[in-house]
């Protein structure tokens, strides 16, 4: 089961992000926000073994949300989880204003 998750930035920035995938297709699609210098958040397929592309301008030049480039790490602040992917609710670049200000708040579940 995925779900759609917003991510928002108090300078206004404000994005829907899907994490994961549907029953029908999670073995061949199933996304996670990463963050790629071009585009700003994008929903990569992680279900794809190798090395992961933004879908927008294929950089290999990307990184998840919740490495430690992108993202101040926390304990026990998990919102985003899918298989191995995981990160925090809050404390992340936001790429509108560069700022450690990005939040993601769960929207909705999908199956």
Known sequence: MGSLSMAKCPCGFSQ????????RDFLKYS???FYCSSCGVVDVNVATEGVHECPKCQSQ???????DRVS?????????QWGNYNCGQKD??????????LSFNLYMMID
Do not use: A, E, R, W
Request: one cysteine or more; aromatic letters at 8%; proline letters at 8%.
């Open 72 to 80: 101040i790490p926390t304990q026990f602040n998990q919102s985003l």
């Open 31 to 33: 996304t996670f926000p």
């Open 92 to 101: 992340h670049l936001c790429p509108s204003c560069k700022q450690q200000t």
């Open 61 to 67: 030049d990307i990184i998840q949300y919740g490495d």
């Open 16 to 23: 829907k992000v899907k994490v994961g995938g549907t029953m």
